[in-house]
C-alpha cells in the first residue's frame, strides 16, 4: 500500500514535444505529491509538487495534473528541451509518516534535438 | 548546489567490512533522511532524523544504523557489508518534518562498492 507505480521506465521525444510520465498510489493517507528530476551523478533535485486539495499546478514548463478519485497524477513538460533529458521521479509522502519520500521507479527521459 | 554535503564521494570496500557515511545538512534544517538507490530497488526511505531523535525508520537493514549529532550532522554506519549493499547513498535535509511542509534537498551521494 505504501508503493508509487511509475511508467513509462523510458521515454523518448523530439525538442519541442510534451512528455507525459503518470503516477499511480494506494495509500490515500499520502498527502503531498514531489517531482524530482535527478541527472547523472547528481543528487534528485525537486522540480515542483502539489497537495491533494488541487487538479492542477503549473510552474515553468513543467505542469502536475491530479486525480484524486483515481488516484493518479502525472508531470507534462511543454516544450521540452535537449536540457530537460534526465530522470524522473514522482513520490508521495504522508506527514504520519514523517515526510518520508516514497519514490516511482523513475523515468529515463531523452530529448533529441 | 543544494547545500547539502556528503563525503565521502565514493567508497570501495570489501564483504565483511564497516563503514561510516557522513551527511552535513542545509544550515538551518533540522530534519536529515537517508535513502539507498539501486538499481533494482530504485530509491528507497531508510531512516530519518529531526533535531537529534530518530522520527521515522523505512525498509533498513539491522547492520545499518545511524545518528544525528548535536551539530546536526549525521552519520550512516553500514556494518558487515555484502555485494548487494552497493548502492548511491543520498542524504536529504528539510527545514521540518511535516509532510510538504518543507522541501527535502538532496546531496551529491556517497557511492559504495563493495567487493
Known amino acids: 500500500q505504501q508503493q508509487v507505480k511509475q511508467s513509462p521506465q523510458s521515454l523518448i521525444v523530439q525538442k519541442g514535444g510534451i512528455p507525459i510520465i503518470n503516477c499511480a498510489y494506494e495509500n490515500t493517507a499520502f498527502d503531498y505529491f514531489p517531482w524530482y528530476q535527478q541527472f547523472p551523478g547528481k543528487g534528485p533535485a525537486l522540480l515542483i509538487a502539489i497537495r491533494p486539495d488541487v487538479s492542477e499546478k503549473k510552474e515553468g514548463r513543467f505542469t502536475i495534473s491530479f486525480n484524486k478519485s483515481a488516484k493518479q497524477f502525472s508531470l507534462h513538460i511543454m516544450d521540452s528541451q535537449p536540457g530537460d533529458s534526465a530522470t524522473y521521479f514522482c513520490a508521495a509522502s504522508t506527514e504520519t509518516s514523517g515526510s518520508r519520500l516514497t519514490f516511482g521507479e523513475g523515468t529515463q527521459l531523452t530529448v533529441n534535438p | 548546489d543544494s547545500g547539502v554535503t556528503q563525503t565521502p564521494k565514493h567508497l570501495i570496500t570489501a564483504t565483511g567490512q564497516r563503514v561510516t557515511l557522513r551527511c552535513s545538512p542545509r544550515?538551518?534544517?533540522?530534519?536529515v533522511y537517508w535513502y539507498q538507490q539501486s538499481l533494482d530497488q530504485g530509491l528507497q526511505f531508510l531512516i530519518q532524523?529531526?533535531?537529534?531523535?530518530?522520527?521515522a525508520k523505512g525498509n533498513i537493514l539491522e547492520r545499518f544504523s545511524a545518528q544525528q549529532f548535536p551539530d546536526l550532522h549525521s552519520e550512516l554506519n553500514l556494518s558487515s557489508l555484502e555485494l548487494g549493499d552497493s548502492a548511491l547513498y543520498f542524504c536529504?535535509?528539510?527545514?521540518?518534518?511535516?509532510?510538504?511542509?518543507?522541501?527535502?534537498?538532496f546531496g551529491p551521494g556517497t557511492r559504495l562498492t563493495v567487493l
Open positions: 544550515s538551518g534544517d533540522l530534519s
Open positions: 536529504a535535509s528539510s527545514v521540518t518534518w511535516a509532510s510538504g511542509l518543507g522541501e527535502q534537498f
Open positions: 532524523y529531526y533535531n537529534g531523535e530518530e522520527r
